[in-house]
């Protein structure tokens, strides 16, 4: 997620506090829109550090020229799923040297669907400090205006893009008894919302929010059915956030599960339904097919 870049004056110039940047690894979070959304720590540590790694550099380089941060003689190393191999060996050594490194991916919170897991790791491994500079996250920012229940909750990232493995993803989460938060892109949102109702049913709550923090901020809260509704006819653009609310506990009797397994049939395979509704109602995924499969036996017969 990238940061608004309307803020071209500096607020102030910044400076590093009297503090030495203590050696070792420093993950920083770095704003999700509005630029001035960085913590004074996280602004020392980018004065301060020995050197800097970032998944885009231009943003990291922007972010710095708008807080009056000089890069002095400093390189920006690029770090990134593409170009690991090449950039983790160079900055596994600089930490080795006793150098103090910063992080930071392109917006919000390193390593929450975003490079440095590995770099993380790594450091772990050869027994090197890492340290984290907490703040901007789309996660906790989406969870905090959604409205939905915030004493559980998941954070799924982004459901596969594919649509019989997305179809598997969600029907995984659909039994967890927690608030679901998941990202998705523009260009799946309408599928996924789609899917979702399959899944879920249409009556789950659920809040999108679209563009956290930057200009075109939206916050949209309903029913997956609503939601639905809300962006079938929409060209959906920005970064998006999912939540879904946890179910409500349902007595599974046999008419309910009967009746919830023929609405799920007319719209899945015969195996995807007895999974969905197996999961839905905590019931055993063999049972559940089996009964699946007398009921098209009886629909035939019936015919």
């Known amino acids: 997620m990238t940061a608004e870049s309307s803020e071209t004056i500096p607020f102030a110039q910044h400076e590093p506090s009297p503090r030495e940047i203590p050696p ?6 770095t704003p999700i829109g509005a630029a001035r959304d960085i913590t004074l720590r996280a602004l020392d540590l980018l004065a301060g550090a020995d050197m800097l790694a970032a998944e885009d550099t231009r943003s990291l380089r922007h972010l710095m ?36 490194v910063v992080y930071a991916s392109e917006a919000g919170t390193p390593l929450i669907s975003d490079p440095g897991f590995g770099l993380a790791r790594a450091a772990i491994a050869e027994g090197l400090p890492v340290l984290a500079a907490p703040g901007a996250s ?42 679901l938060i998941l990202y998705e892109s523009p260009k799946r949102i309408r599928e996924t919302l789609g899917e979702c109702v399959q899944c879920f049913g249409e009556d789950r709550q659920a809040v999108m929010c679209r563009e956290l ?38 007595q ?14 007319e719209s899945m395979s015969v195996k995807d339904a007895a999974g969905a509704i197996a999961d839905a109602f905590g019931l055993a995924r063999r049972e559940v ?4 499969l007398a009921r098209v036996r009886s629909g035939k017969d019936a015919g």
């Open 252 to 265: 599974a009797d046999q008419e309910t599960v009967e009746a919830a397994l023929d609405r799920a049939m």
């Open 24 to 29: 070792g690894l420093h993950f920083i979070a």
């Open 138 to 179: 789309a996660v906790l920012c989406a969870l905090t205006v959604s409205g939905l229940p915030t004493d559980r909750f998941l954070f799924a990232g982004f459901p596969p893009s594919a649509k019989s493995a997305r179809r598997s993803f969600l029907n995984d989460l659909v039994r967890i008894g927690a608030t």
């Open 65 to 100: 020229e708008i807080h009056g941060v000089a890069l002095k003689d400093r390189v920006v190393v690029p770090y990134h799923e593409h170009n690991e191999a090449q950039a983790l060996p160079r900055l596994m050594r600089a930490l080795s040297e006793g150098k103090s």
């Open 289 to 292: 097919y089996q009964l699946a």
């Open 213 to 250: 923090t930057k200009r075109f901020e939206e916050v949209t809260r309903g029913t997956l059915a609503d939601l639905v509704g809300a962006y079938e006819r929409r060209d959906v653009k920005g970064e998006i956030v999912l939540l879904i609310d946890r179910g409500a506990v349902v």
